[in-house]
DNA sequence: ATGCGCCTTGGACAACTGCCCAAGGCGCAT
DNA sequence: ATGCGCCTTGGGCAGTTGTCCAAGGCGCAT
C-alpha cells in the first residue's frame, strides 16, 4: 500500500506536528520557528517547508489536531462534575494541552482561519455537554454548557498562576449542574 | 519640582507603557518588537532601552499596570452578579484588556517575575470578592471566589471565539452565588 | 560661556527569522 | 543500469530581532 520512503515521509510529518505542540506550550505560539520546530523532530530544517506551506500551516494543523484529540476522550459521566473535572485533573495549566488549548484561543484572535476551527470544536463539544445535561433534567442546558466550558477553561489558566485543591471546588461546581434540577424540583 | 525635561521623560515612559498594551493586544505578548513600540509610541527606538532595562521589563511593567487599573475599578454592587458581568460586558473578549489579561496569564507561565506579580494581584481581588461573598452568607466563600473568577476569565476567552449572549448566561452565573444559601436556606 | 544632567537620535552589531532551492539519496519498476 | 518519484540535506536570501553606543540637544546653574 505505501513505500517505506512514504512511510517515513508520514513519520516525520507526525514528528513535526508532535514537536510543535511541545514547543507552542514551551515558548508560546508566536515564538515558534522552523529551525526549532525542526531540532526538536530531529530532522533537517528544510523538512519544514516541504512537509507544510508555511509554519502557520503547521502549528494549526499541530494544535487542533491536539485540541481535537484531548476532547474526543470525555465522556459522560454518572455524576457530570466529576467527569468533567477527571481530565481536569490532569491538566494542571502548565501541561502541553491545557497551554495549547489558551495558546489557540489567542492565536485564533489573530488568524481567521484558526479562529473558525477551534469555534466549531468548542461548539461542537459544547453541544455534546448540553445533551447531557438536558438528559439530567438541568434547565437551560445550553447557557449551562457554555459556563461550564468556560469555567472548566479558565480554572486552567489560574491553575497555572496559583494552584489549588481540585476537591475543594468540586462542591461550588455541581452548583452550576444541580442548582436548576435539584433546587427546583 | 521637575524639570521640563525630566517631564518630557515621563510622559515618553507612559507613551510606551500605552503602546505595550496596544501592541501586546493585537500581536501578542512574543511578538511585540522594540522598533513596533517605538513607532507606535512617536519615539525614537534607541529610547526602550533607555527608559527600561529590557523589552520585557517594559511589557511587564506595562501588562501589570493594565490589569491592577482594570480590576481597580470593580466594586461591589447589590447584585454581585451584574456587578462582575458589568466590567464583563465592556470586554468582548477582543479589547485589549481582556486580551492583555490572557496574553499575561500565559507570559506568567514562562516568566517567574510575572507569575508571582499576577499571582498576588489576582489573589488579592480573588479575597476582596471572597469577602462579599461571605457577606451575603454565600457558603465557601473562597472556592466559590476562585470558581466565579475562573468563570470570567474563561467567558472572556470563549466570547472571543463565538460571541453569545450576557443575557442567557446571567441566570447560570446565579446559581454560583445563589446555590449554597438561597438553596439551603 | 562653560559645564553638568538628563533626554534623544540614528545607526551598528551579531543573531535570528520564514521561506526557497539546487543538489543528492533512496526504493522500485523497467 | 537507467529513469522516475518522493524524501532529504544544507546553505542562501532578504528582512527582522534585542541590545548597545557614540554623538548631539536641551534646560539650567555657574
Redesign the pocket.
Known amino acids: 500500500m505505501t513505500?517505506?520512503?512514504?512511510a517515513?515521509?508520514?513519520?516525520?510529518r507526525r514528528r513535526l506536528t508532535a514537536a510543535a505542540v511541545e514547543l507552542i506550550a514551551e515558548k508560546g505560539w508566536s515564538a515558534?520557528?522552523?529551525?526549532?520546530l525542526a531540532e526538536r523532530a530531529g530532522?533537517?530544517?528544510?523538512?519544514v517547508?516541504?512537509?507544510f506551506p508555511?509554519?502557520?500551516a503547521l502549528l494549526t494543523e499541530a494544535a487542533i489536531g491536539a485540541m481535537r484529540e484531548a476532547v474526543a476522550g470525555i465522556e459522560p459521566a454518572s455524576d457530570l462534575v466529576d467527569g468533567l473535572l477527571g481530565p481536569l485533573d490532569a491538566y494542571t495549566g502548565r501541561d502541553p494541552v491545557s497551554l495549547v488549548f489558551v495558546e489557540t484561543y489567542l492565536a485564533a484572535t489573530r488568524d481567521e482561519q484558526v479562529r473558525s476551527a477551534i469555534s466549531a470544536l468548542v461548539a461542537e463539544f459544547q453541544g455534546k455537554v448540553a445533551g447531557w445535561l438536558a438528559d439530567r433534567g438541568v434547565v437551560a442546558p445550553e447557557a449551562t454548557a457554555a459556563v461550564l466550558m468556560a469555567t472548566i477553561d479558565g480554572l486552567m489558566v489560574h491553575r497555572a498562576l496559583n494552584p489549588m485543591a481540585r476537591t475543594d471546588l468540586r462542591p461550588v461546581l455541581r452548583r452550576l449542574v444541580e442548582g436548576g434540577a435539584v433546587c427546583g424540583s
Chains 1, 2 share one sequence.
Do not use: N
Not at 3 to 6: D, G, K, L, V
Not at 32 to 36: C, E, G, N, P, Y
Open positions: 513505500s517505506p520512503m512514504a517515513r515521509g508520514r513519520d516525520v515558534v520557528s522552523t529551525r526549532m530532522v533537517a530544517p528544510g523538512l517547508h516541504y512537509h508555511s509554519l502557520r
